[in-house]
């Protein structure tokens, strides 16, 4: 059964750093893998879809990385910004369709 | 480009009382998906239809909750009788096919029964 883990649960950070949010799957046996962005009381925002044949994807000043072998995603963020605290979650397509989300990082951008 | 529409924004009932969801997707999107999100979780699917057919119902309480999209395009969700554990936001999400595709998510139902 694919779980898919996210650290840290939360992050805190001043205005200006770089960082890196972690995403962990157990089932290297994957379609893709997508990173959403969700603000309080919306929906989700697809940031970055890798498919399982690519090793990242950018835009602007987001750029996720995959190893598929490791079973391992990095969200990297360049430069925050206030607007960019919001709640990021990974989620892996199953080659049998099916999107299993992690359980998201609360990111904080502290101006 | 209208986004996926769902209603009511919130909704606040007491236990054992019925409740139902609309979600109208984007329009051509042959694939709907009503999510359960849990405060603190990620969401997880209750069911997937392709078109006016399910494609995968498995996580979804049977014994309470329903869905339906008869014309293959908007869909109710219905919980009867709810519990105090249905409290949580249902989200609908819409894409053009079926599978590894981006989907579209609407802004959510936020349940909460007392």
Redesign the interface.
Known sequence: KQE?TQIPAALSVPEGENLVLNCSFTDSAI??L?W?RQDP??????LL?I?SSQREQTSGRLNASLDKSSGRSTLYIAASQPGDSATY?C?V?SN?????????TTLQVKP | EAGVAQSPRYKIIEKRQSVAFWCNPISGHATLYWYQQILGQGPKLLIQFQNNGVVDDSQLPKDRFSAERLKGVDSTLKIQPAKLEDSAVYLCASSVGQGAEKLFFGSGTQLSVL
């Open positions: 898919v379609y893709n997508q959403f009381g919306k929906g989700l925002t697809s879809l498919q979650l989620a397509t049998t369709g099916k999107l299993i989300f992690g359980q998201g």
